[in-house]
């Protein structure tokens, strides 16, 4: 096997090990896209688990985001990389570690605008960690979502229309990101209050991250019906999909939903769209 191609199966694992919200609709991509989504949202996914992690301190994220940011500017360097992240290499997870690799994996056609849309991501998140995660208001709270997840949906919406001209709005695709991640913040909302955390808006309660995760999801739902490419629209919907009956489950006192549920929802839209794994 080459290296490529064992680079692409390391990435899939790698994808299943940390999204299982984008490891079951990248399955219904063709294969030169499912190789380069699973490329891009490895790359994000990377800083992610930097600005999240529970171990390291506000300062060290901060150094390290806004130093990505700029290599990912320029000439990406593996040593320079490597040798950043050394002191961190053993509190940081794989993903995070592997960046070099998941840029190596994307098309040479798109990977500047997938490094753009990384640094873009590391100057947002390290930005929020310097101000404490503290969110006072909608406009702040539509901020953070912004760079943490509506980066995420204009990256892919940069993907569809390289990989065969596929026209989607900007604004609508960061709307899929925030509902996504609004759903994400509704279900770990006890976890992070228990952490000393809140993604909430001052004066926000439960019912107030519905309305904006129901919202923006509405949205999101316009996004999808621009999309002719059955391939990439079944990819947007199983993750709409599941998110509304998150939703749902969350309402209803649940902390998720069962894996027979998951699998029922992907096999209903499967036959919906006449498409096949």
């Not at 930005?127 to 995420?152: C, F, H, M, P």
């Amino acid at each position: 096997m080459s290296k490529v191609s064992n680079l692409h199966k390391e990435s899939m694992i790698m994808l299943k090990e940390t999204s299982r919200t984008f490891f079951i609709p990248i399955s219904f991509l063709e294969p030169t896209l499912k190789k380069t989504v699973a490329s891009a949202y490895l790359c994000m996914r990377a800083i992610d688990e930097i600005e999240d992690h529970p171990e390291l301190d506000d300062k060290a994220k901060q150094h390290l985001l806004l130093t990505i940011s700029k290599m990912l500017k320029t000439t990406f360097d593996p040593n320079e990389y490597k040798t950043l992240l050394e002191p961190y290499e053993h509190l940081l997870p794989p993903v995070s570690l592997r960046l070099d690799d998941w840029i190596s994996l994307c098309p040479t056609e798109i990977v500047d605008k997938v490094k753009a849309s990384t640094a873009e991501m590391a100057d947002g998140m390290a930005k929020w960690v310097e101000k404490g995660w503290n969110i006072q208001s909608r406009e702040e709270l539509d901020d953070y979502t912004y760079y943490v997840a509506g980066l995420v949906g204009t990256m892919l919406s940069d993907l569809w229309k390289w990989h065969d001209n596929t026209e989607t709005d900007p604004e609508l695709a960061i709307s899929f990101g925030r509902g996504l991640q609004a759903v994400n913040m509704l279900r770990n909302y006890d976890e992070d209050l228990e952490r000393g955390v809140s993604f909430v808006p001052k004066g926000w309660n439960r019912e107030d991250m519905y309305n904006y995760a129901n919202e923006n999801l509405a949205q999101a739902q316009l996004y999808v019906k621009s999309i002719k490419n059955k391939r990439i629209l079944m990819f947007c919907k199983v993750p709409l999909a599941l998110a509304h009956s998150t939703l749902k489950a969350l309402k209803s006192g649940k902390e998720k939903m069962s894996r027979q549920e998951v699998e029922g929802i992907v096999e209903q839209l499967k036959q919906e769209e006449n498409i096949n794994e």
